[in-house]
């Protein structure tokens, strides 16, 4: 069984970066789909980022140009750059490896 770990949540200020990692207890190179979902409480989890195997990416629009989403098979980790952070994209973010999920990372941005 996958096991996955997510760092590098936090508190920055309007206009700073943060860079999430999840990492994966074996080979991820298998996998096809990786994703970062967020979720803000009362409200669904929605989806924020998407890279596939060949290294494909894709955007939520609230995010695109913001945030860049990449992946290392060679250790196993994706990660989830965002700068030019907001007050709006404060949430508990979450990696998804195929089908697992992680058990998510509290990123609180302050205006």
């Known amino acids: 069984q996958v096991q996955l770990r997510e760092s590098g949540g936090g508190l920055v200020q309007a206009g700073g970066s943060l860079r999430l990692s999840c990492a994966a207890s074996?080979?991820?190179?298998?996998?096809?789909?990786m994703a970062w979902y967020r979720q803000v409480p009362g409200k669904e989890r929605e989806l924020v980022a998407v890279?596939?195997?060949?290294?494909?990416?894709s955007y939520a629009d609230s995010v695109k140009g913001r945030f860049t989403v990449s992946r290392y098979n060679a250790n196993n980790t994706m990660y989830l750059q965002m700068n030019s952070l907001q007050p709006e994209d404060t949430a508990v973010y979450y990696c998804?490896?195929?089908?697992?999920w992680g058990q998510g990372t509290q990123v609180t941005v302050s205006s």
């Open positions: 998804k490896v195929g089908v697992l």
């Open positions: 074996r080979s991820i190179s298998s996998i096809f789909r």
């Open positions: 890279i596939t195997a060949d290294g494909s990416a």
